[in-house]
């Protein structure tokens, strides 16, 4: 089984603040993906990050994909209260299904 | 275009009833999926198919059925609701699962549910 941790599992700043948080597993994956929920709604899809290494940026956000393809982070720049919500990874093994993280729960406060 | 529609969005169910959560996809995907989603838990796999007629197990699969007889539908059946099937269950539905490039998953809002 591929495990997926998250880190760290609250974070709670003020509103200009920038943070990091963390997706790591013992194993490799083909592919990653950060999702962002909202309290009442299904995740919605932020970033797919495929190749060992790269970094893609979504506006304030910035993923970054391990050397190894073992683990990812998402770093945002200047947080703002539209950015609170739950923050998902998936990684895609071998056999292309998604194991989830227990997800990240962020609250920026005004 | 409305995506992914799930109904209803609230049920509580006593133990031992049954019900059919109705999971409906407009993008002509051919894979969809049933996750549960438990606090601090993230998102476990309940059953998949990748086209009509098509379906397999995920990593919790007990107590739960599902059948796929067109493109657009997925239901969930739950048989004999046990108060450990409380949950919010999320349908998703995407293009492909390309190993080398995962389509993303489209999910619905969920349905939350209670058993008691």
């Known amino acids: 089984t591929q495990l997926l941790e998250q880190s760290p599992q609250f974070l709670s700043i003020q509103e200009g603040e920038n943070l990091t948080v963390y997706c790591n597993s013992s194993s490799v994956f083909s592919s990653l993906q950060w999702y962002r929920q909202e309290p009442g709604e299904g995740p919605v899809l932020l970033v797919t990050?495929?190749?060992?290494?790269e970094v893609k940026k979504l506006k304030r956000l910035t993923f970054q994909f391990g050397d190894a393809r073992k683990d990812s982070s998402l770093h945002i720049t200047a947080a703002q209260p539209g950015d609170t919500g739950l923050y998902l990874c998936a990684g895609a093994g071998a056999n292309s299904k998604l194991t989830f993280g227990k997800g990240i729960t962020l609250s920026v406060r005004p | 275009n409305a995506g992914v529609t799930q109904t209803p969005k609230f049920r509580i169910l006593k133990i031992g009833q049954s019900m059919t959560l109705q999971c409906a996809q407009d993008m002509n995907h051919n894979y969809m999926y049933w996750y549960r989603q438990d606090p601090g838990m993230g998102l476990k796999l309940i059953y998949y198919?990748?086209?009509?007629?098509?379906?397999d197990k995920g990593e919790v699969p007990n107590g739960y059925n599902v059948s796929r007889s067109t493109t657009e539908d997925f239901p969930l059946r739950l048989e004999l609701a046990a108060p450990s099937q409380t949950s919010v269950y999320f349908c998703?539905?995407?293009?492909?699962?390309?190993?080398?490039?995962?389509?993303?998953?489209?999910f619905g809002n969920g349905t939350r549910l209670t058993v008691t």
């Open positions: 998703a539905s995407s293009y492909s699962t390309d190993s080398s490039y995962n389509s993303p998953l489209h």
């Open positions: 990050v495929v190749t060992g290494g």
């Open positions: 198919s990748v086209g009509a007629g098509i379906t």
